[in-house]
Each structure stands twice: as C-alpha cells, then as structure tokens.
C-alpha cells in the first residue's frame, strides 16, 4: 500500500498570501495518479485536481498541482476567504488500493 | 445534474444491524461504478470499496474487506452498504462518492453524496 504523507499537518497564512500543500508517496505513483480534495468543516470533499495537475470542473485557476513521482504540490496563487479549508491528496495509481493522506489544514493567521 | 443522496444519521448499538442508502441522479445509474468512503470524526478519509451496479460486481479495499458489505439495486438507482453486527469503531461520517478516471481502477471521485453519519454507542 502506498503510504501518503501530507505537510505541513496546518498552514497558517493571510488572504491573499500563496499556499504551498506537499503530499509525498511511500513509493512512485504510476502516471501521476494523484487527486487534490478540498474539505470544509461539515461538507463533503470536493475534487479540486487529477492527474496530478489537471483542475477539475469549476475549480479557479488559482488552484494547480504539480509534481510526478513521489513528490506532489497543491499551489494556491491567492488565498480566497473561501479557501481555507483541509486538503487531502489521493493516489490512485494502484490499482484497487487507492489510499489518502492524513491532510493540510489551511488556517486563517 | 448529477446527484448523490445519501440517507440521514442513524444511532445504533453494539452488535445491531445497519444500511445505509446513496441514491443516485443525473446519469445512468447503472452504467457508472459507485464507492463508499469512510471519515473517522477528526481525521483523514479511507477508501472502503466499490460496486457497479449494473452487474453488482464489487471490489473491496484490502482494508475493509469484511467490515461491511456493499450492495446496490440499479432498478432504484441506489448503493447500499451495510453491517451485520455493528462495533463502536465502526462511528464515522461515510460518504459515497462516484469513482472517475481513464484508466480502469485507476480512479479518484468526482461526484460526492453529502454523507450519513453512523454513531454507535452503547
């Protein structure tokens, strides 16, 4: 099982400063199968990116991923009062054992 | 628009039986795989499986195989997943959530219910 490794666990930043998520695999994730969720507190999971730096549907361009390998980056360019929020990533380069990281807190400083 | 809607909370006891719903709209039910993801209060989220409810053909995560059974009825457009004997560590929110991707079971969720949330105490 590939082990997901998120840092830092909080991000302290202002509106309007960039953010900087790192997700780092246990083992190279095949294709760049990594997912970006955003979570707000009582709502469900919302996917931001795939394929590692691909913006889903109605996602800001703000937001953008890159990475390959065993190291990832979620990069948000201005922090939206609406932004702030837990991140998780996701690989899904294994098949059938798709695993999530433990999470980055993006809090208000 | 594509939905998902899941069943309210439930409470329930140690060693009593539950399931759950996700109902889904907007699409053709049938034709797309479904999953189910649990999230312990307070911490990250854990894929559990997924069902296409076309042929019920079900796929576990290794980590959940025999924890709970997942089961779907495409004649109502809904995926069930359900405990037999419920244990107290089985208390979390679990959303289901509608599996995407380019590659088979290679996939991430594009489509999440709201969740149920499951609380079992004595």
């Known amino acids: 099982e590939i082990v997901l490794t998120q840092s830092p666990g909080t991000l302290s930043l202002s509106p309007g400063e960039r953010a900087t998520l790192s997700c780092r695999a246990s083992?190279?994730?095949?294709?760049?199968?990594l997912a970006w969720y955003q979570q707000k507190p009582g709502r469900a999971p919302r996917l931001l990116i795939y394929a590692a730096s691909s913006r889903a549907t109605g996602i800001p361009d703000r937001f953008s991923g890159s990475g390959s390998g065993t190291d990832f980056t979620l990069t948000i360019s201005r922090l939206e009062p609406e932004d702030f929020a837990v991140y998780y990533c996701?690989?899904?380069?294994?098949?059938?054992?798709?695993?999530f990281g433990q999470g980055t807190k993006v809090e208000v400083k | 628009e594509v939905q998902l809607v899941q069943s309210g909370a439930e409470v329930k006891k140690p060693g009593e039986s539950l399931k759950i719903s996700c109902k889904g709209s907007g699409y053709s039910f049938a034709t797309y795989w479904i999953g189910w993801v649990r999230q312990v209060p307070g911490k990250g989220l854990e894929w559990m499986g997924i069902?296409?409810?076309?042929?019920?053909?079900?796929r576990y995560s290794p980590s959940f195989q025999g924890q709970a059974t997942i089961s779907a009825d495409k004649s109502i457009s809904t995926a069930y997943l359900q405990w037999s004997s419920l244990k107290a560590s089985d208390s979390a929110m679990y959303y289901c959530?509608?599996?995407?991707?380019?590659?088979?079971?290679?996939?991430?969720?594009?489509?999440w219910g709201r969740g149920t949330l499951v609380t079992v105490s004595s």
């Open positions: 069902i296409y409810p076309g042929d019920s053909d079900t």
């Open positions: 083992q190279s994730v095949s294709r760049s199968y």
């Open positions: 996701q690989q899904y380069g294994s098949s059938l054992t798709w695993t």
């Open positions: 959530a509608r599996p995407n991707g380019d590659s088979l079971f290679h996939w991430y969720f594009d489509v």
